[in-house]
């Protein structure tokens, strides 16, 4: 038997730790490292550590894979992309001698040797070393801003530079455009200082602007190009390792125990900073998570899948972070309350945008399930509203602290104590958490049956019923999602809508991660390595089961789609788990036994009131227009490298959020209360009633609100 910590993630990228369990892992031998060698000096501890992450993948994930010249070229191409995704450091005769290997590294690593590797990454740090030698001298000159010329920063439509002399041309544009973003950008703020007679920003000339321009991006360079030539052969270890594990699926990677540190955000406690939670795709720095409370969500310009470029703290220079490592660029971000950091971000649509947020403690009520008691002019009667910001819970050993499913029940009853018949459940932006606590709170709505079922990798799924029976609330429902609710998001709203037990309102489908993952530490695993005195260290983490719905359809992929569409502003955006890299599949099981509800709901009618209402509504009208124009911007990746045309384009790509600013007012007649059984209690602490306050002003601005809060009326 083997004890180790087991955590399930059932959250759209951070994790929740759930529970320790006693496993018996059976064992496998498609996917190994060959046992015949024995470990010696630094090529052994690479085979040690690679056997041991290979070994823990073939038993624990839900896919394993089978160790063959398709699986060769899965881990070939997911390497050249970790190393070298914008295309930018290898070359086309690079790629001719790799092509060699191809279908040959499945045999390596069933031989434990590494050619592919080493020839891979010794070229990488040659390559590395042709550009870190000439880019100072080239930066060092002034550039014609005037110059024509262009740029394709999509690596997709990119393709690798036939040699030495064209990988250094490549390297070139790419620092003009770099000079040229900053010019433009300091442009821009100066000609705003202007209009508003700031007299703090400094007015500078062309010239200036461009020395300046080219001094900072020649100090970013230098940092950049230092970081990647002095990566220890751990770090670059580690970067062959995760192409493997990706290779499984986008879930499944292998974490160093620094990695690891930087990933684990507890919601539990406090901490300093600006509360967003970062990912890496392709090399770029992203928002995964805006974390409710926190500085950057009470700034509110950050949101999910912006992209970080730059850095600066306070009116320091920026430090550009892209190709930067997660966690060099969270030492930047972090800092203590109070002081300000400065982030230049690119919007999903192209356009550029300087952030200044004031890093604070984040305030966990934010986190917490709130409700408000909403009116309309328009409508009668007076309707509960619940926001859920995630599928929170304890896990420490102690258990003292508050989870969700105790929260939205009490909720409720505060809601039914003020005769609310009808509640809005908001999943909107809720990146799930936990699997127990979801089963648990769809109870809450039905009187007895299943709500999900899992499965593992032998067997059928299993069904994880309601607990408790009796029903909680058996009013009118309707739950509202969108692109980024998932998981545990997904199972509560398919569920209700599997049993017709409330209307589901949102982006065309949500997120759609239907798998689960869990933590395991190689230290404490059982291998049997001889002739090594370093047990392997790391942790992998990897996918081990998969969700269905009670209809038997999987929520992977497809997520849940509304039964009433409202045109979301990134609708067209590529945005889901569908856009990444080897995700498994949707697939369908045999459906649970369940009745559907009781209650009727006029469906169709009230689809028809929904649709002419958004047809002619001014802000949904913005919003649709805005999607298409937003997707012909990400379609524009190709730049010009001339100052005039460069400024002709940002001036195209302007946030389309700035543009509804006329939207951001009260909605006429649309007014939100707090329960006066929450009266009392916000008085006493001053920072709930600021919460509080806080919450209620967003309700009445939120067009997305007010028309679920229309179609509850009509159920």
Same mark, same amino acid.
């Given at each position: 038997m083997l004890?180790?910590?087991?955590w399930?993630f059932?959250n759209?990228?951070?994790?929740?730790?759930?529970k320790r369990?006693l496993?018996?892992?059976?064992f496998?031998s498609?996917f190994?490292?060959?046992s015949?060698f024995a470990?010696?000096?630094?090529?052994g501890?690479?085979?040690?550590?690679l056997?041991s992450?290979l070994q !823990?993948?073939n038993q624990?994930?839900?896919?394993?894979l089978?160790?063959?010249?398709a699986?060769?070229?899965k881990?070939?191409n997911?390497?050249l992309?970790?190393l070298?995704?914008?295309?930018?450091?290898?070359?086309r005769e690079?790629?001719?001698?790799?092509?060699?290997?191809?279908?040959?590294?499945d045999d390596e690593i069933r031989?434990?040797?590494?050619?592919?590797y080493n020839?891979?990454s010794s070229t990488?740090?040659?390559?590395?070393?042709?550009?870190n030698r000439?880019?100072?001298?080239?930066?060092?000159?002034?550039?014609?801003?005037?110059?024509k /010329?262009?740029?394709?920063?999509?690596?997709?439509?990119r393709?690798?530079?036939?040699?030495t002399n064209?990988?250094i041309q490549?390297?070139?544009?790419?620092?003009?455009?770099?000079?040229?973003?900053?010019v433009a950008i300091?442009?821009e703020?100066?000609?705003k200082a202007?209009?508003?007679?700031?007299?703090v920003?400094?007015i500078? !000339?062309?010239?200036?602007l461009?020395?300046s321009?080219?001094?900072?991006?020649?100090?970013n360079?230098?940092?950049?190009?230092?970081?990647l030539m002095?990566?220890s052969e751990?770090?670059?270890?580690?970067?062959?390792?995760?192409?493997?594990?990706?290779?499984?699926?986008?879930? !499944?990677?292998?974490?160093t125990?620094k990695?690891k540190?930087?990933?684990?955000?507890?919601?539990?406690?406090?901490f300093?900073?600006i509360?967003?939670t970062?990912t890496t795709?392709? /090399?770029?720095i992203k928002v995964?998570?805006i974390?409710?409370g926190?500085?950057?969500?009470?700034q509110?310009?950050?949101k999910?899948d912006?992209?970080?470029?730059?850095v600066a703290?306070?009116?320091?220079?920026?430090?550009d972070v892209v190709n930067m490592?997660v966690?060099?660029?969270?030492k930047?971000?972090r800092?203590?309350?109070?002081?300000?950091v400065?982030?230049?971000i690119?919007k999903?649509d192209?356009s550029?945008?300087i952030?200044?947020?004031v890093?604070d403690?984040v305030?966990l009520?934010?986190?917490?399930?709130k409700?408000?008691?909403?009116?309309?002019?328009n409508?009668k009667g007076?309707f509960?509203?619940?926001?859920?910001?995630?599928?929170?819970?304890?896990?420490?050993?102690?258990?003292g602290?508050?989870?969700c499913?105790?929260?939205?029940?009490k909720?409720i009853?505060?809601?039914?104590m003020?005769?609310?018949?009808?509640?809005?459940l908001?999943?909107r932006?809720?990146?799930?958490?936990s699997?127990?606590?979801?089963?648990k709170m769809?109870?809450?709505?039905?009187?007895?049956?299943?709500?999900?079922?899992?499965?593992?990798?032998e067997?059928m799924?299993y069904?994880?019923?309601d607990?408790?029976p009796?029903?909680?609330?058996?009013?009118?429902l309707?739950?509202?999602t969108?692109f980024v609710s998932?998981?545990?998001s997904e199972?509560l709203?398919?569920?209700m809508q599997?049993y017709?037990?409330a209307i589901i309102?949102g982006?065309?489908?949500?997120?759609?991660?239907g798998?689960?993952?869990?933590?395991t530490?190689?230290?404490?695993?059982?291998?049997?390595?001889?002739?090594?005195t370093?047990?392997p260290?790391?942790?992998v983490?990897l996918?081990?089961q998969?969700?269905y719905?009670?209809n038997?359809?999987?929520?992977?992929?497809k997520g849940?789609?509304?039964?009433?569409?409202?045109p979301d502003?990134?609708?067209?955006?590529?945005?889901?788990e569908?856009?990444?890299?080897?995700?498994?599949?949707w697939d369908?099981?045999?459906p649970a036994?369940?009745?559907p509800w009781s209650g009727k709901?006029?469906m169709?009618?009230?689809?028809?009131k929904?649709?002419?209402?958004?047809s002619?509504s001014?802000y949904?009208?913005?919003?649709k227009?805005?999607a298409?124009k937003?997707?012909?911007?990400?379609?524009?990746?190709?730049y010009?490298?001339d100052?005039k045309s460069?400024?002709?384009n940002?001036?195209l790509?302007?946030?389309?959020?700035?543009?509804?600013?006329?939207?951001?007012?009260n909605i006429?007649?649309f007014?939100?209360k707090?329960?006066v059984?929450?009266?009392?209690?916000n008085?006493?602490?001053?920072?709930?009633?600021?919460?509080?306050?806080?919450?209620?002003?967003?309700i009445?601005?939120?067009y997305y609100l007010?028309e679920?809060?229309?179609?509850l009326?009509?159920?």
């Amino acid at each position: 038997m083997l004890m180790e910590k087991f955590w399930l993630f059932f959250n759209f990228y951070f994790y929740t730790p759930l529970k320790r369990i006693l496993l018996i892992i059976p064992f496998y031998s498609i996917f190994l490292v060959s046992s015949c060698f024995a470990p010696e000096g630094e090529e052994g501890r690479k085979r040690a550590l690679l056997k041991s992450v290979l070994q !823990t993948l073939n038993q624990e994930h839900y896919q394993p894979l089978e160790l063959n010249d398709a699986t060769s070229e899965k881990i070939f191409n997911s390497y050249l992309k970790v190393l070298d995704f914008q295309k930018r450091i290898f070359t086309r005769e690079d790629l001719a001698s790799f092509h060699t290997f191809d279908n040959k590294v499945d045999d390596e690593i069933r031989d434990g040797k590494f050619e592919f590797y080493n020839l891979v990454s010794s070229t990488y740090k040659k390559r590395l070393g042709i550009v870190n030698r000439f880019f100072e001298g080239y930066l060092s000159k002034p550039i014609d801003l005037q110059q024509k /010329g262009s740029i394709e920063v999509d690596p997709e439509k990119r393709t690798y530079p036939a040699d030495t002399n064209a990988l250094i041309q490549e390297w070139k544009d790419y620092f003009r455009y770099q000079v040229i973003s900053s010019v433009a950008i300091d442009l821009e703020i100066q000609e705003k200082a202007s209009l508003k007679k700031d007299t703090v920003v400094k007015i500078k !000339t062309l010239d200036e602007l461009e020395a300046s321009a080219r001094e900072k991006t020649l100090k970013n360079n230098r940092d950049y190009l230092k970081r990647l030539m002095e990566d220890s052969e751990d770090d670059n270890f580690a970067e062959f390792l995760n192409s493997i594990a990706r290779t499984y699926d986008p879930h !499944t990677d292998y974490e160093t125990p620094k990695d690891k540190e930087n990933f684990d955000i507890a919601f539990t406690g406090q901490f300093e900073g600006i509360g967003a939670t970062l990912t890496t795709k392709d /090399g770029f720095i992203k928002v995964a998570n805006i974390i409710p409370g926190s500085a950057s969500w009470k700034q509110g310009q950050l949101k999910v899948d912006d992209v970080f470029l730059k850095v600066a703290q306070a009116e320091g220079d920026p430090v550009d972070v892209v190709n930067m490592k997660v966690d060099e660029a969270i030492k930047l971000i972090r800092g203590k309350k109070g002081t300000t950091v400065k982030l230049t971000i690119k919007k999903p649509d192209g356009s550029i945008v300087i952030i200044p947020i004031v890093r604070d403690v984040v305030v966990l009520e934010e986190t917490y399930a709130k409700s408000a008691i909403l009116e309309h002019i328009n409508v009668k009667g007076r309707f509960g509203y619940i926001n859920l910001p995630s599928f929170y819970a304890d896990f420490s050993q102690n258990r003292g602290g508050r989870n969700c499913y105790e929260d939205i029940k009490k909720e409720i009853s505060k809601l039914k104590m003020e005769g609310i018949n009808k509640i809005i459940l908001d999943l909107r932006n809720n990146g799930g958490g936990s699997l127990q606590d979801v089963v648990k709170m769809g109870g809450l709505f039905i009187d007895q049956g299943p709500v999900v079922q899992v499965k593992t990798r032998e067997g059928m799924p299993y069904v994880l019923d309601d607990p408790n029976p009796g029903v909680e609330f058996d009013g009118k429902l309707v739950i509202m999602t969108n692109f980024v609710s998932a998981s545990a998001s997904e199972i509560l709203a398919a569920a209700m809508q599997d049993y017709k037990r409330a209307i589901i309102v949102g982006s065309a489908q949500s997120y759609g991660k239907g798998t689960v993952q869990k933590m395991t530490d190689l230290g404490q695993m059982g291998f049997s390595i001889s002739n090594i005195t370093e047990r392997p260290s790391g942790t992998v983490k990897l996918t081990t089961q998969k969700f269905y719905r009670i209809n038997g359809g999987a929520t992977q992929l497809k997520g849940v789609t509304p039964d009433i569409v409202i045109p979301d502003l990134f609708e067209k955006i590529e945005i889901g788990e569908k856009e990444l890299d080897f995700v498994m599949g949707w697939d369908q099981t045999t459906p649970a036994k369940y009745s559907p509800w009781s209650g009727k709901i006029s469906m169709d009618k009230v689809k028809a009131k929904s649709k002419d209402r958004i047809s002619k509504s001014k802000y949904f009208t913005f919003v649709k227009n805005e999607a298409s124009k937003l997707k012909q911007r990400q379609d524009a990746s190709n730049y010009p490298l001339d100052l005039k045309s460069f400024q002709a384009n940002q001036n195209l790509l302007k946030d389309p959020e700035e543009k509804a600013s006329e939207f951001n007012k009260n909605i006429t007649g649309f007014s939100a209360k707090q329960l006066v059984a929450n009266i009392d209690i916000n008085k006493a602490n001053p920072a709930k009633e600021e919460v509080e306050k806080g919450f209620l002003q967003r309700i009445t601005k939120d067009y997305y609100l007010e028309e679920s809060l229309f179609i509850l009326s009509e159920m």
